[in-house]
């Protein structure tokens, strides 16, 4: 099974975290498959960078978020309440401006 999970970087009491695509065997910083963005929680906001189109395209091949990156998915409209996902509808460039 795969997970959408966090892995910790940074240094100790310090922690960042890389929001990854990973074998649910896989150790929590071991080898994973793809990196689709990172998550800083000593920032004030947090700070979430996330690319969503990967993340929705994980999320619609069966990934299973983990629980705190389900936190973060709902946050930026990706899962709802319940943890299911949403469909993802990109936002044109010229129509955020």
């Known amino acids: ?41 000593h920032t004030q906001p947090e700070t979430v960078d996330l690319q969503m189109e990967r993340a929705a395209y994980w999320l619609s091949n069966g990934a299973q978020p983990s629980d705190g990156v389900v936190r973060i998915l709902q946050r930026v409209n990706l899962v709802d309440a319940s943890g299911n996902p949403v469909p993802y509808t990109p936002v044109a460039e010229s129509a955020a401006a």
């Open 1 to 41: 099974m795969v997970r959408i999970r966090l892995r910790r970087m940074g240094a100790k009491k310090a922690p960042f975290y890389r929001i990854v695509v990973a074998d649910k065997r896989s150790p929590r910083d071991g080898r994973f498959i793809e990196s689709i963005g990172t998550y800083n929680p």
